[in-house]
């Protein structure tokens, strides 16, 4: 059985029907990547994952490691090991960077049975973890994401995720909005973390991240529909013919859908 | 008007007695003071809402309510029962039961020379020149029917005296006890706290009870910050909730002193919180700082009236509210520049969050400015919890609960951090930390799906 189960996803919000169908399964140890053109439902596949409930699932069953992942809430989700990197990090003025790190990561220690770490034996996984994605400390001291860069703020998505060290990971645009130094540190923090025990779920609209992440799979998600599927060679396809022609024929096979 | 007319009555018969007994009666610019400010509150009444500094608050649970002033104090609390408020290495603590001093549960030990610290009531008799010097002096019982019967009333309360240059670190703590009686009872504190020249001191004013009880507690603080001194008032209201808490801090600041009033309240049923500073002297500079934090039916009612008198002075108002259950929040926030106040710097922000679909909160800023060259701007927010923030938090393995509390206390420390950092602030922190964690309603999930949509963000300049 693989890692993730996705079958038949239906999802809606406020009544408009974004997912349309949505099978795909992911096994421990592989990198998919999810393509798509603007507004195709990549997001709302990523926030559904993570359990956020503005996400309303009409059909359809997701499995997580054997377990329902539709009847866990965010943190629960999150305790199991999923893990989201946002496309929009959030700021949270008042609330420290490091101090919340440390909540996080105790509160999924202590979901999962195991005892509560400390500030001092935080403090050494946190500054290696650190140095890798190249993140100055003292930015740490500061409030969640509060007045970081736009590269700044992905660099810390996935200081999280190193931290938390999820089953599954799901990068929503990480490369976005990132120059090519940014992006070779936050691409060098994920191949860091590849492993056989962990899943990778990459969403992109750029195959340029692609070249420094290569996965083992490509998905076009079209319309809220996985159109085509198909190993790295995919993406360059689209990057050259980019997704007109998928587009034209998600339109002719509207009526096809159940 | 015809419930105010009656009450009147009791508070007549109260002070005809009043006046025979209470210590000072016997001087005559105390006597004249009391009988010129009880005619006042004869003459005006309560306020009612159809005034305008009382628009969001009715009264009407006090109007009706017969209270009675205390005489002697019967039973006494122990002094382990008191131990809940110690406030770790204070200057001084100060206590008052049911508004009168108590000697022997008050701690005066280390107070060092040049500063002087008793009670009105002691100082009135031993040393009534001091008082009468600044007593009433600040306070004008003309504007405000509670003054005028604080005024009336005033017998107990601090006196306290910071001598020139002296700089006290510690703070000096003054404990307002209500217990429980059988009867309705109301007790006006009033405090006098001088700051002289270059000094520094810390004040903490905090009223709190044991057991319940309809009481009504109206104090009045003159606060005197002469030239170049720095003083920090905080007032803290924790009683519990059938109690009714009037109270008005008058700060007198002259040339380029610096005064920080921080308002913390968390209890009380109906309070209403007046800060009035006034800066009287070139360069002033005022922070008045505040969080107000309500559920059930708790009404918390803040009115700031900052009077910019003389030019280059500063003024800085933020306050915080937190309005769960069926609690109903006020900021009333006048600021008024008098015409020779030029370069006056006036800031006012106030930032809500109401967590439940009951909750209220009225925010009024009103300027008022005679003077052409100044800087004047004001702010307010009502909003919810972001459920943005809430849904990163929880993302990431925290749950609801903690996660809902995490948010509301960055959300009070933003009024922490506006205070020096000492035993007091330390103290308050605890207290907020407490609260928030022992009060679960707070953190309960609240489905409100367009909560965002809500928000409302008014910015001007004025
Ligand atoms: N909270 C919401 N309320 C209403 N509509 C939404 C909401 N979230 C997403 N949508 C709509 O759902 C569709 C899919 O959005 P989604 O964010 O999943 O797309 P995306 O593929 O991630 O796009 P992008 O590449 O721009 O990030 C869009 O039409 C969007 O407007
Ligand atoms: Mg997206």
Redesign the interface.
């Known amino acids: 059985m693989s890692l993730l189960e996705i079958r038949n996803l239906h999802v809606s919000v406020d009544g408009h029907e974004i997912l349309k169908g949505i099978n795909l399964a992911v096994n421990a140890g592989e990198v998919h990547s999810i393509m798509g053109p603007n507004g195709s439902g990549k997001s709302t596949l990523a926030q559904v994952l ?3 409930d ?1 996400y309303r699932v009409t059909s359809g069953e997701i499995r997580f490691n054997g377990k329902d992942l539709l009847a866990m ?3 629960e ?3 199991e090991g999923v ?2 990197a ?1 496309q929009y ?2 700021e ?4 420290s960077n490091t101090y ?1 790190l440390r ?3 105790n ?2 220690r202590k ?1 999962r049975g195991e005892e509560e770490i400390d500030a001092m034996d935080f403090l050494p996984v946190f500054r290696e973890k650190l140095k890798l994605l190249e993140m100055d400390e003292r930015l740490m001291n500061r ?2 994401n509060e007045g970081f860069s736009g590269g700044e703020k992905k660099r810390n998505e996935i200081l ?1 995720m190193a931290i ?1 060290d999820p089953k599954l990971a799901i990068l929503d645009e990480t490369d976005s909005g990132l120059d090519i130094d940014a992006l070779r540190i936050v691409a060098q923090g994920v191949n860091a973390m590849r492993s056989p025990d962990r899943a990778m779920l990459v969403v992109t609209h750029y195959q340029r991240l692609l070249n420094y992440i290569v996965p083992d799979f490509v998905h076009v998600l079209v319309d809220g529909r996985i159109m085509r599927s198909g190993g790295p060679q995919l993406a360059l396809e689209l990057e050259a013919k980019g997704y007109a022609s998928m587009e034209a024929e998600a339109r002719q096979t509207v009526p096809a859908s159940a | 008007m015809t419930t105010t007319v009656q009450n009147v009555e009791g508070y007549l018969e109260n002070f005809a007695e009043f006046a025979k007994r209470a210590s000072g009666h016997n001087l005559p610019w105390l006597r004249k003071l009391r009988e010129d400010a009880f005619a006042r509150f004869c003459e005006t009444g309560f306020p009612t809402t159809h005034d305008e500094d009382w628009r969001f608050t009715n009264i009407a649970a006090i109007t009706r309510t017969e209270f009675s002033l205390l005489q002697g104090t019967a039973s006494l609390p122990a002094k382990s029962d008191l131990k809940q408020w110690n406030l770790d290495s204070a200057a001084a603590q100060l206590v008052f039961v049911d508004g009168q001093f108590v000697s022997n549960l008050s701690s005066t030990d280390s107070v060092p020379p040049g500063v002087t610290i008793s009670n009105l009531r002691e100082a009135i008799t031993k040393d009534s020149k001091a008082v009468e010097e600044h007593f009433g002096r600040y306070l004008n019982f003309h504007r405000d029917p509670f003054c005028a019967l604080n005024t009336a009333f005033a017998e107990d309360g601090a006196f306290v005296r910071i001598g020139r240059g002296i700089s006290l670190e510690k703070p000096i703590h003054l404990l307002f006890v209500a217990t429980e009686r059988e009867a309705a009872t109301m007790t006006h504190p009033r405090n006098l706290l001088l700051v002289e020249r270059e000094a520094e001191a810390t004040f903490l004013e905090e009223y709190v009870s044991l057991g319940g009880g309809a009481c009504l507690s109206n104090s009045a603080t003159e606060l005197v910050a002469l030239e170049n001194s720095t003083v920090s008032h905080y007032m803290i209201e924790r009683e519990h909730t059938e109690a009714f808490n009037v109270s008005t801090l008058r700060i007198q600041q002259e040339r380029s002193s610096n005064v920080a009033s921080h308002s913390v309240l968390l209890g009380g049923g109906l309070v209403r919180n007046n800060v009035h500073p006034v800066l009287a002297g070139e360069g002033g500079e005022c922070l008045i700082n505040g969080l107000f934090v309500g559920n059930g039916r708790q009404h918390l009612d803040n009115y700031m009236y900052v009077e910019h008198a003389s030019p280059h002075s500063s003024s800085r108002q933020f306050y915080n509210g937190i309005l769960d259950g069926h609690a109903h929040g006020v900021f009333h926030g006048r600021i008024v520049v008098h015409k020779n106040a030029q370069k006056t710097d006036a800031k006012q922000t106030n930032r809500n969050l109401l967590l439940s679909d009951d909750a209220q909160i009225d925010t009024k800023p009103q300027l008022e400015i005679y003077a052409d060259d100044v800087k004047c701007t004001h702010g307010a927010t009502i909003g919810q919890i972001e459920e943005n923030a809430l849904f990163y938090l929880r993302s990431r393995g925290i749950d609801e609960i903690l996660a809902r509390r995490l948010l509301l206390s960055a959300f009070a420390n933003e009024c922490l951090e506006r205070m020096h950092h000492g035993a007091a602030r330390n103290y308050v922190e605890r207290m907020i930390a407490a609260y928030l964690l022992h009060n679960a309603q707070f953190l309960a999930a609240q489905p409100s799906p367009d909560a965002d949509q809500i928000e409302r963000h008014l910015e001007e300049v004025g």
């Open positions: 993570s359990r956020r503005m809430k965010p943190e989700a999150a305790a893990f989201m946002f990090p959030v949270i003025p008042g609330i919340f909540s996080a990561l509160a999924i979901y409030s969640v999280q938390l």
